[in-house]
Every structure is written in C-alpha cells, then in structure tokens.
C-alpha cells in the first residue's frame, strides 16, 4: 500500500494550497480518506476526512476554509486550502482507513499513511 502526497509549499497568508495524495493497493473507493497535521511541539490532528459513502467532516479551525474532495476513478483525495493562515503551518499527512475516525471511536490515527507535504503560511 502507497499513499504519495504532495502539494505542499511556502504561501503567504491569505492564500491559497492544493494538496493531492495518490493511494494505490488498496480498494481506494471503500476506505474513509482523511488529512492530519501536525505542527512542530503540537500533537497530530485530524483536519479533514471523506468517508467511503461521501460524507466530509473538518475539524472546527478550518470549516469554511478547506475542502476534502475524492475522485474514486484516480484513486486520489485532494484538500483544497484557502484563506490560509500562519496557524495552518504544518506537515501534512494523508491517511487512508476502514473505518473513518469521525464515525467510529478509536479509529484515529489507524491505517495507511502518506509520507508528509510541509505547508508553510507566512504572515
């Protein structure tokens, strides 16, 4: 299993990232695909996930911002990143699970995972 994510970039504040992962060895269009992040001296969080059956989810601190999107046929999930601010500063990782963690209780952090896209937002 492969998830190959890029995207990530220096941008000032205010701007704008895509990042796309790639999954490949995996029946992509049953799992739940999320994004995490993590700051430097900051736990991992859970930004954003697509379940299997569509439904998005994002962590309170980007809703409005980001958009988690899927194309099942290129076996790819995409996080569109707006207005972006000083504090979305991190590295990026995309995970691919059974079970999406905004449904089921003790799922986060389980699956696949990409390597990591730095995302830098100057102010």
């Known amino acids: 299993v492969q998830l190959q994510a890029s995207g990530g970039g220096l941008v000032q504040a205010g701007g704008s990232l895509r990042l796309s992962c790639v999954v490949s060895?995996?029946?992509?269009?049953?799992?739940?695909v999320n994004w995490y992040r993590q700051a430097p001296g900051r736990q991992r969080e859970l930004v954003a996930g697509?379940?299997?059956?569509?439904?998005?989810n994002y962590v309170d601190s980007v809703k409005g911002r980001f958009t988690i999107s899927r194309d099942n046929a290129k076996n790819t999930v995409y996080l569109q990143m707006n207005n972006l601010k000083p504090e979305d500063t991190a590295v990026y990782y995309c995970?691919?699970?059974?079970?999406?963690?905004?449904?089921?209780?003790?799922?986060?952090?389980?699956?696949?995972w990409g390597q990591g896209t730095q995302v830098t937002v100057s102010s």
């Open positions: 060895g995996i029946m992509f269009r049953v799992y739940a």
């Open positions: 697509s379940a299997s059956g569509g439904n998005t």
């Open positions: 995970n691919a699970v059974t079970n999406s963690p905004w449904e089921v209780r003790g799922a986060e952090g389980r699956g696949y």
